[in-house]
């Protein structure tokens, strides 16, 4: 005898799933696939065509183009503790992936899909390029007067990590798949709310006073 008030192969969490939509799984990877390809083929060509020449300029003295191996973290920080950042990359990687099972949001989508990407990009760099043994040099590229260099992993990492601070802030949940709306709808019902109080005042515009 069927029970009326369940459907055949569904159980409560797949109701539960498609009560707030799809997971945004496929949008992560979509995300971390396109930084982790444009941050591996631009190291592939500066390689091929700038290393061991010299800098090219983008903007004047302001931005050039220099390869530069880095064997510590972005921005060339901790040379001597490469292996510790292979490790906490892994790390970031895993705890991504875990957080996937439950991520409804298109923000946290990109935001996480940058990391993953930018991160997937250097460690890459770490596993495979010279000296080898998580200890390889990333190759980094982008040289900005006056800051660092630093390569397109590196700008998905700080744009991805901006993204989680800023929606962390600002309450958007990682599992909620109107987050990114929460603000404009919060605006929106306080407006309707005043207009609501003046028309039964009688202060609204065009409204009678009493």
């Known amino acids: 005898m069927t029970n009326p008030g369940r459907t055949?192969?569904?159980s409560g969490a797949d109701r539960a799933e498609g009560a707030r939509g799809s997971r945004r799984v496929p949008l992560l990877l979509a995300v971390a696939g396109a930084a982790y390809l444009l941050d591996l083929g631009s190291k592939l060509?500066?390689?091929a065509e700038l290393e061991n020449r010299r800098s090219v300029k983008v903007l004047g003295d302001w931005l050039e183009l220099t390869v530069l191996r880095n064997s510590g973290a972005a921005f060339g920080i901790g040379e001597a503790t490469t292996i510790l950042f292979t490790v906490i990359a892994v790390a970031v990687t895993v705890v991504i992936f875990r957080l996937a099972r439950?991520?409804?949001s298109v923000p946290w989508a990109i935001a996480l899909g940058l990391l993953l990407g930018g991160?997937?990009?250097n460690l890459t760099d770490r596993l495979f390029r010279t000296p080898g043994d998580f200890r390889g040099a990333v190759v980094d590229f982008i040289h900005i007067r006056g800051f660092s260099v630093m390569n397109l992993a590196d700008c998905a990492i700080v744009c991805g990590g901006i993204g989680i601070v800023l929606f962390s802030f600002l309450g958007w949940e990682l599992d909620n798949p109107d987050?990114?709306?929460k603000l404009e709808k919060a605006t929106e019902a306080a407006a309707k709310n005043g207009t609501a109080a003046a028309e039964r005042d009688g202060?609204?515009?065009g409204g009678l006073s009493r």
């Open 203 to 205: 202060t609204a515009p």
């Open 179 to 181: 987050s990114k709306d």
């Open 8 to 10: 055949t192969g569904e």
């Open 102 to 104: 439950k991520l409804y």
């Open 119 to 121: 991160g997937l990009g």
């Open 45 to 47: 060509a500066v390689v």
